[in-house]
Every structure is written in C-alpha cells, then in structure tokens.
T-cell receptor
Framework: RKEVEQDPGPFNVPEGATVAFNCTYS??????FFWYRQDCRKEPKLLMS???SGNEDGRFTAQLNRASQYISLLIRDSKLSDSATYLC????????????FGTGTRLQVTL | EAGVTQFPSHSVIEKGQTVTLRCDPI?????LYWYRRVMGKEIKFLLH????????ESGMPNNRFLAERTGGTYSTLKVQPAELEDSGVYFC?????????????FGSGTRLTVV
C-alpha cells in the first residue's frame, strides 16, 4: 500500500466549476500536510499547507481529518490556469526534510 | 534572488555509463535535498544534506548512487553505472530552515534517460 494515495484522474471540468480532490495517508505519525501543484514538465510548487482546522486561500480550501487520515482540496470557480497535477504531500515523523508525495491528481479545466 | 539551478536539464546515456547531475541551491540555504520521479510513480526522497553533511540518505536506491556536497555549496549526484530503471526526473530542492517547509524551493529537475 502506498504511503499517500490519490485518485490519478484526470478530472475534466468546465471553467467555473467546483472540483474536489481527496488524499489518504497511511502513517498516523504524519505531522505536516501540503498540497503542491506541478505543471507539465515543471517542478512541484507549494500551493498551500493544510491545517487541522481547515484553511482557505482565495478559491482554494484545504481540509484535514486526522482521525480518518484524509486530506482534501477544494477548488472553486475553476480557471483554465488551474490545469495541472495536484500533489498531496505529507511530512512523516516530524522531520521536515523528508516529504512523502502522492502520485498526483491531474486536473484539466476546459472552456 | 536566483532559484535552485540544476544541470543538465536533460541527459540521455547508455546503460553502463556514468552520469553526474549538479544542483546549485539558493545562496545561503544550508539544507539541500534530492528527490526522484520515475515514470508513473510518485516523487520519492533520496537524501538530505545539511551544509556538507549527509543528514539522511535513507532514500538512496543502492550503491550505484553517490551524492556529494562540496564545501556545503553545490551538490552532485553521480550514477555509476547507470541502469535502465534509473531513468526519471531528478529534482533538487533547498531550504534555509529545517522546520520551514514553505521555504522549500525545487529546481526544475534533470530528466535522465538511460537507453
């Protein structure tokens, strides 16, 4: 079983739609959680950290459920520029140096 | 501020040859990390330097991989001899503070193809 599981997609949505991605992690000792965005043939870039109380950054909302070991990302009012692969990333054991990545969920926003 | 620079951006080598990847971190960043993405798989941690010392090399696949960080500045990752399964994208990242993942900046990667 992978340490971080994501639905690979692709998710094809029209502009303006709301889309949600989910992620589960296996290590209950995980301490920090993030969503990264990766464009085709580019490096991953931090989209947002995920906090237990849930957090929002503009059109993006992230939620964490520690009991279920589940992380989500909601994107409202999708833009064409949101098309990318979204990586669920977990930091295990409190060592910030070692990130564990999911395989990513591909999003394609269309006109 | 210059970002994390990786060289070369692409490399195609034959099985059995040697390849050396280079990473120049952001100036002043003590922490330097190597990650790798093999096609169809997730990005995986390889190792972490703090200055010139290896802090964690638990992700290194085998002894064909050798990483160095001379003088705590740039780092090299040598693969010798290369095998077909080494093909993938090798990312380097750097950060100033261990606890601040938000300060983790990735380079654009080296795409390695072993034929």
């Amino acid at each position: 079983r992978k340490e971080v599981e994501q639905d690979p997609g692709p998710f094809n949505v029209p502009e303006g739609a709301t889309v949600a991605f989910n992620c589960t992690y296996s290590n209950s000792a995980s301490q920090s959680f993030f969503w990264y965005r990766q464009d085709c043939r580019k490096e991953p870039k931090l989209l947002m950290s995920v906090y237990s109380s849930g957090n929002e950054d503009g059109r993006f909302t992230a939620q964490l459920n520690r009991a279920s070991q589940y992380i989500s990302l909601l994107i409202r009012d999708s833009k064409l520029s949101d098309s990318a692969t979204y990586l669920c990333v977990v930091n295990v054991g409190g060592t910030a140096s070692k990130l564990t990545f999911g395989t990513g969920t591909r999003l394609q926003v269309t006109l | 501020e210059a970002g994390v620079t990786q060289f070369p951006s692409h490399s195609v080598i034959e099985k059995g040859q040697t390849v050396t990847l280079r990473c120049d971190p952001i100036s002043g960043h003590d922490n330097l990390y190597w990650y790798r993405r093999v096609m169809g798989k997730e990005i995986k941690f390889l190792l972490h330097f703090v200055k010139e010392s290896k802090q964690d090399e638990s992700g290194m696949p085998n002894n064909r991989f050798l990483a160095e960080r001379t003088g705590g500045t740039y780092s090299t990752l040598k693969v010798q001899p290369a095998e077909l399964e080494d093909s993938g994208v090798y990312f380097c990242a750097s950060s100033q503070e261990l606890a601040g993942v938000a300060g983790y900046t990735f380079g654009s990667g080296t795409r390695l193809t072993v034929v």
